[in-house]
């Protein structure tokens, strides 16, 4: 069963433990890449008139992604990645879902954050997949989790 580590990481933070994954899992590798990457600035929730904060505010926001090459045909499982925005996954990542044919795959989902869990966030990414890809709710993964952790949450997964 061949996987795939996707992920969008705005600070960091989420690269670092989609990196880990991949080697956990023997997994490729692949940033979604913002076209027009985030400022500081962009990511300042406190600000309304932020990048991030408008994009989150219409749920219909699809920021551009860098087209990379990326056949999703080779994979059956596709750990996806992100940042919790909003007790939800940016915007970002629908783009990226409805960029490129997951029909028939799993999506476990993964994600850092700040002090939120998932929310809605299953609710809102479904309808940017087809009916017949499955999408589970994964694991908050904060702070610097070892690969112990991340084996352990993998096998509990029974794929």
Do not use: C
Request: glycine residues 6%; proline residues 4%.
């Amino acid at each position: 069963m061949k996987k795939l580590v996707a992920y969008f990481s705005a600070s960091g933070t989420t690269q670092k433990v989609a990196e880990k994954l991949a080697k956990v899992v023997d997994g490729d590798l692949f940033e979604i890449i913002p076209k027009t990457p985030y400022t500081d600035a962009d990511l300042n929730w406190l600000d309304k008139k932020s990048r991030t904060s408008v994009e989150m505010g219409d749920k219909s926001s699809r920021p551009e992604i860098e087209h990379n090459t990326l056949d999703t045909s080779k994979y059956d499982v596709v750990f996806l990645g992100f940042p919790i925005w909003w007790y939800v996954a940016p915007t970002i990542i629908n783009t990226f879902l409805e960029s490129y044919d997951f029909s028939n795959k799993t999506i476990i989902l993964f994600a850092t954050s700040g002090g939120s869990g998932f929310g809605q966030t299953v609710k809102f990414l479904q309808p940017s997949v087809s009916r017949s890809t499955t999408i589970r709710e994964g694991k908050l993964l904060n702070g610097n989790p070892s690969e112990d952790t991340l084996t352990s949450w993998v096998n509990s997964l029974n794929l």
